[in-house]
């Protein structure tokens, strides 16, 4: 797996303070993306323990309310072995913070992944262009949805978060 960047102390991708890994690898190539330097899979740096030990650290901040993955896209497929062993981790490490991933792919595709049984948020879809509206809070196009996981799995039916 690999990455671009830690982004530290972030409020717009998701609720709270955070901290956001941005990932490598997508092949959605949605038009007008804000990240197209994170579509290489070969780009970006190697997510090796220096890095974890960074995410980490952020983490243990008491004023952190959480993570979040995004990119590219964190379930490109090579990157899910790695990002369900790291999303678990987290969520043993840290069971307090919040875990929040941004995707291209649909809710109904990636709902069995083993990972999503360990986020709170998922935000769905690819971002489109002709859709795009400033005013949506976390997200950047009104055909997306931001998916309250644990609420949806409890329910058995789609909850949006609010």
């Known amino acids: 797996m690999r990455y671009h960047n830690i982004t530290k102390d972030d409020m717009l991708n998701g609720d ?11 092949t959605h190539h949605c038009k007008n993306c804000q ?6 899979p070969a780009g970006g740096l190697p997510f090796d323990e220096a890095a974890k030990e960074e995410l980490f650290a952020e983490l243990e901040k008491e004023y952190v309310s959480g993570v979040t993955f995004s990119g590219g896209d964190p379930l490109y497929e090579p990157n899910r072995p790695e990002l369900t062993a790291l999303i678990h ?36 879809g690819r971002f489109v262009e002709e859709l795009k509206d400033n005013n949506l809070p976390w997200k950047g196009s009104s ?3 931001v998916i309250d996981v644990r609420a949806t799995r409890r329910l058995g039916q ?5």
């Open 35 to 40: 990240n197209p330097v994170t579509w290489d």
């Open 89 to 124: 981790e987290i969520r043993e490490r840290f069971p307090q913070k919040t875990i929040w991933l941004y995707t291209g792919y649909l809710w109904e595709d990636v709902r069995d992944l083993p990972l999503v049984a360990d986020l709170d948020i998922l935000v769905d």
């Open 158 to 162: 789609t909850v949006l978060y609010a």
């Open 16 to 26: 709270g303070l955070r901290v956001v890994l941005w990932l490598a690898g997508c």
């Open 143 to 145: 055909n997306q949805r």
